[in-house]
């Protein structure tokens, strides 16, 4: 069976959370499982919605506010994002990338007393231990650096813009799939490992795409496919507006002798036939 997200129940929803009701329901359903996934991979991998596009530096007190740096949404490469980190730090600052080591370094230029630097300003991400801002994407693994002087901050990890590596797929809730996050586990019925080029559609099928067979404690009438796709937190992806389709493969029951002894399994006393 293919679901497009082009035929949702809302034509103004968004296509990486959607419905679609199937015209001529499937009876007598067993068992079902998603054996490709065509996705564009455009999720920004810095955006106001992820809560990744803000960088704060303060006096080294913190009365005040020395840079309030705002990232516009998109996908960037390195340089990109690098260059426009500069424009918004200078002429007070500057922000390097060591080529060898994969490191940043963000540094005064004209400033010349100690200063902070805020990876999450807002406070938004508190609960979370890893992924909380853009500092986290530039390599920072602490929320905030104090005492910063002339020769100014390397970073603590590389630096890393591409965004999640994968994605979990829903189905109607089902649980073949469980990831264990940090206050709740996120279920689906597959992973999509994200290894394609940005701004392409990734064909995931045995490949790159995990999947398992969800079974039916007892057939049923198989009317609406409900499909959300979750970053590792749980949280659904950017509202996209870009087209998602996907094939699931159905089992059904089609003689009547094998839908009784399904439908029976429901009555049976575990350790008798």
Same mark, same amino acid.
């Given at each position: 069976?293919?679901?497009?997200? #082009?035929?949702?129940?809302?034509?103004?929803?968004?296509?990486?959370?959607?419905?679609?009701?199937?015209?001529?329901?499937?009876?007598?359903?067993?068992?079902?499982?998603?054996?490709?996934?065509?996705?564009?991979?455009?999720?920004?991998?810095?955006?106001?919605?992820?809560?990744?596009?803000?960088?704060?530096?303060?006096?080294?007190?913190?009365?005040?506010?020395?840079?309030?740096?705002?990232?516009?949404?998109?996908?960037?490469?390195?340089?990109?994002?690098?260059?426009?980190?500069?424009?918004?730090?200078?002429?007070?600052?500057?922000?390097?990338?060591?080529?060898?080591?994969?490191?940043?370094?963000?540094?005064?230029?004209?400033?010349?007393?100690?200063?902070?630097?805020?990876?999450?300003?807002?406070?938004?991400?508190?609960?979370?231990?890893?992924?909380?801002?853009?500092?986290?994407?530039?390599?920072?693994?602490?929320?905030?650096?104090?005492?910063?002087?002339?020769?100014?901050?390397?970073?603590?990890?590389?630096?890393?813009?591409?965004?999640?590596?994968?994605?979990?797929?829903?189905?109607?809730?089902?649980?073949?799939?469980?990831?264990?996050?940090?206050?709740?586990?996120?279920?689906?019925?597959?992973?999509?490992?994200?290894?394609?080029?940005?701004?392409?559609?990734?064909?995931?099928?045995?490949?790159?795409?995990?999947?398992?067979?969800?079974?039916?404690?007892?057939?049923?009438?198989?009317? #609406?496919?409900?499909?959300?796709?979750?970053?590792?937190?749980?949280?659904?992806?950017?509202?996209? #507006?870009?087209?998602?389709?996907?094939?699931?493969?159905?089992?059904?029951?089609?003689?009547?002798?094998?839908?009784?002894?399904?439908?029976?399994?429901?009555?049976?006393?575990?350790?008798?036939?």
């Amino acid at each position: 069976m293919n679901i497009d997200s #082009r035929f949702k129940v809302n034509p103004d929803g968004a296509d990486s959370d959607f419905a679609v009701n199937l015209l001529t329901p499937i009876k007598n359903v067993t068992k079902v499982r998603v054996a490709s996934v065509e996705f564009p991979n455009i999720p920004y991998s810095i955006s106001e919605y992820l809560g990744n596009n803000k960088l704060q530096l303060q006096s080294n007190d913190g009365a005040s506010i020395l840079k309030n740096i705002v990232v516009p949404d998109g996908n960037y490469t390195s340089e990109e994002l690098l260059n426009y980190l500069n424009r918004e730090l200078q002429p007070e600052f500057a922000i390097s990338l060591d080529s060898i080591t994969g490191k940043i370094r963000i540094f005064p230029l004209t400033y010349s007393s100690l200063f902070r630097i805020v990876i999450d300003p807002e406070g938004r991400f508190d609960s979370r231990d890893t992924d909380y801002g853009l500092g986290y994407n530039l390599g920072f693994r602490r929320r905030a650096y104090n005492d910063i002087g002339s020769t100014g901050v390397v970073t603590d990890s590389v630096m890393n813009i591409v965004g999640f590596n994968y994605y979990i797929l829903q189905i109607n809730g089902y649980d073949t799939l469980q990831s264990p996050a940090t206050s709740e586990t996120v279920i689906g019925m597959a992973k999509m490992i994200m290894d394609g080029d940005r701004f392409a559609v990734i064909f995931e099928d045995g490949r790159n795409l995990l999947s398992y067979v969800y079974e039916f404690y007892q057939p049923i009438d198989f009317k #609406r496919v409900e499909v959300k796709i979750l970053d590792p937190f749980g949280n659904p992806v950017y509202p996209m #507006r870009e087209t998602i389709s996907l094939t699931l493969e159905v089992t059904a029951i089609m003689q009547s002798y094998l839908y009784e002894k399904q439908r029976s399994r429901m009555f049976e006393i575990p350790g008798q036939n």
